[in-house]
């Protein structure tokens, strides 16, 4: 990591795990525009190891985050939005300065495509035929 962020090495680190994990989970998090900066490197170093998609990929995103939720959730909702991106999985958008302490701060935000849902024919027709017999039982009454 390039600056200490005025920590420790074992708290700075501890801290790292901690906003990856919360980026995974939220997919944006408010924080300080320092520590934005190295958590930007931080996951998008993780994210491209991962896209490997195997069980070495899989063990060391576990041995790094602190939450089993956060790396099922890279593997099955995260990397498959990732498939047509090289790579700036990460964006860091400047605010404002903080009010108690003036802290200039930042959001981080995982810059994917968003989930989207198939629907298959089959299942609008169905839609279609229930719409259809809602209205006939309604005339009906």
Known sequence: MSNSLSRK?????????????????YEEIKTTQA???????VAERLLQKSRSNDLIARRRLLGYLFDKNAVSKVFENILPRLKDIKTGFVRVYKLGPRLGDGAQMAIVKLD????????????KKEEKKD???????????
């Open 9 to 25: 090495v074992g708290h700075r680190k501890s801290m790292m795990r901690n906003l990856v994990s919360s980026l995974i989970l």
């Open 131 to 141: 719409a259809k017999k809602e209205t006939d039982s309604k005339t009906a009454k």
């Open 35 to 41: 520590k934005a900066k190295e958590l930007k490197s």
């Open 112 to 123: 994917i495509a968003p989930e989207v849902k198939e629907i298959k024919k089959e299942d």
